[in-house]
């Protein structure tokens, strides 16, 4: 199993739980941690501030397409970042746990 972790922020915790829940149960991700955070950014010609709920989601290689599609899809930011970040190393234990509930 190839672990991957996918980066997303949301503009609030409302929406954040709607999302991963919906994630979650797509099982499209194994987990997923939040964390709310003050962000600046470039929108329409000027710089703005404000608060945000970063989202790690943990997932495998081949969930990749289909979750960046359903984030997409869900996600209420017209431009929402969804980044992925490739694992070099993962724990086996963390990772064997991962396949069983994405792959039963």
Request: charged share 35%; glycine share 4%; hydrophobic share 45%.
């Amino acid at each position: 199993m190839e672990a991957i972790f996918v980066y997303t922020t949301f503009p609030d915790w409302e929406s954040a739980r709607k999302v991963v829940r919906k994630l979650l149960e797509r099982k499209l991700i194994v987990c997923a941690n939040l964390r709310e955070h003050e962000a600046m950014y470039w929108w329409e010609g000027k710089i703005e501030e404000g608060r945000e709920v970063g989202a790690i989601l943990k997932t495998e290689v081949s969930r990749w397409k289909e979750l960046r599609e359903a984030i997409k899809e869900l996600h209420p930011y017209e431009v929402p970042v969804i980044a992925r970040i490739d694992l070099d190393k993962l724990n086996r234990e963390y990772s064997e746990w991962m396949a069983r509930v994405l792959f039963g």
